[in-house]
């Protein structure tokens, strides 16, 4: 008899299972980004994970068509698993386009997969928290992507001490490159290669500028505008009334009467990989630099013209669940995923189990959450039980407390006992 192959009760590597107490951390993130999507204003969306392969393969030359789990299906159809939520957005707006009243703005999360090498805080599959303001030139779009992504920070339990927003304009990078005499044909090599930086040597990256075109002078140039370290710095070598620098001292200004200039920081080294950014862009990292960047985002104008849409300006973000649950439970611990609530409602002897059920069922009715119990159990069991449990009290019932139509709620945390009538 020929032998099975003995089936894996592992995940398939790079993706997730959640079990109950991963869930916890799960919902926590999640709420955070409904709700700071809500506040602002954002519409929910959402769309099918799979695309058809050519749209999200559109970006030439960037690491993500590299990383598309893709396949053909039953009709030798060319689809893909959506590696990001953006190609798909636009193609949803782009389809839409004459009856939406612009601006738009959108919010989703959304599953993605890239299969790519795993590390600290990157997975093959993991969720995205989206938002998307489509239509809208103003710097105010970005203050209010920006705003959004720090209040679910907040929501979350952090603090303003505990992150930072890293901002540039890749129009101020190409002014600062054009000014250096690096012509603006070369701007996206340049780009690519600097978007690596912190990943591989400097050694390395001079190579790829010099393969791309760049002279030697250039490359320095290019390393010498790396180095500066303020806007102010930035202002003195692309010259007065460079535009870029007058969306960042706007979005500045702008993030001031919103609450949250604080979080913000001028970094002309954030390049943001993908092509289609090309104004404004940002990422989040922890203040520590611990881990890798929480969100990232930017403005976006062509992306829509590049699926056959009409011309739109866009700026949106991508705020992955994976390293901010790695952050909460550093800063947080393990245990704080979420507070103790509901009542645990248990039984002593089959005579109690009908009383259980009603007192689950009337508890449930006004609003309370219940867990009641399966089985039987001694006291101390159940109370062992119900204090692992996520329930903030818990009720057990004997066959004395069903005699006498009451019992006693328990609080787990103080040990007080109040009476409560079956």
């Known amino acids: 008899m020929e032998e099975q192959t003995k089936i894996s009760f592992e995940a398939p590597r790079g993706m997730r299972d959640f079990y109950p107490e991963d869930m916890v ?75 939406l009243a612009f601006p738009i703005k959108w919010t989703t999360i959304a599953q993605c997969f890239r299969y790519e090498r795993m590390t600290k805080g990157r997975k093959r599959e993991h969720y995205q928290w989206n938002c998307d303001i489509v239509g809208e030139e103003s710097v105010l779009a970005e203050v209010e992507v920006l705003g959004a992504a720090c209040d679910a920070l907040r929501r979350m339990g952090l603090t303003n001490a505990d992150f930072r927003v890293h901002v540039s304009n890749r129009a101020l990078l190409s002014e600062l490159l054009a000014a250096s005499g690096i012509p603006a044909a070369l701007h996206a090599q340049v780009f ?28 320095k140039a290019t390393f010498a505008i790396m180095d ?25 200004r702008l993030a001031g009467i919103a609450g949250f200039a604080e979080c913000l920081e001028f970094d002309i080294s954030v390049i943001r990989g993908l092509s289609y950014y090309t104004g404004i862009v940002f990422e989040c990292f922890d203040a520590q630099r611990e881990f890798r960047a929480i969100f990232g985002g930017g403005r976006y104008d062509n992306l829509l013209t590049t699926i056959g849409g009409d ?36 039984w002593m002897f089959p005579e109690q189990r009908d009383a259980a059920l009603a007192l689950a069922a009337k508890l449930r009715a006004e609003g309370e959450i219940v867990n009641l119990a399966l089985r039987k159990a001694k006291p101390k069991q159940f109370f062992s039980r119900a204090g692992a449990s996520s329930c903030a009290k818990a009720v057990f019932l004997g066959p004395d407390d069903v005699a006498a139509g009451r019992a006693k709620l328990k609080d787990l945390a103080t040990r007080e006992e109040t009476p409560l009538e079956l």
């Open 311 to 346: 011309p739109a300006t866009a700026v949106g973000l991508g705020f992955g669940d994976v390293v901010v649950t790695e952050l909460l439970k550093a800063r947080l611990g393990a245990d704080a995923a979420a507070p103790k609530r509901g009542v645990y409602v248990g």
């Open 228 to 252: 500066l370290k303020t806007l102010d710095a930035a202002e003195a070598l692309a010259g007065a009334g460079s535009p870029a620098v007058a969306q960042l001292r706007e979005l500045f």
């Open 25 to 99: 951390w799960r919902n926590r993130v999640f709420d955070a980004f409904r709700a700071a999507g809500e506040a602002a204003g954002f519409e929910p969306y959402d769309a099918c994970v799979v695309e058809s392969y050519e749209l999200l393969a559109r970006k030439a030359g960037e690491e993500v068509g590299e990383q598309i789990y893709h396949f053909r299906d039953k009709s030798d159809r060319h689809i893909a698993l959506r590696a990001e939520m953006t190609p798909t957005l636009a193609r949803m707006v782009a389809q839409r386009q004459g009856s």
């Open 192 to 219: 690519l290669a600097l978007d690596k930086r912190g990943k591989m040597p400097d050694e390395e990256i001079a190579a790829m500028l010099r393969d791309g075109g760049v002279d030697d002078a250039g490359v």
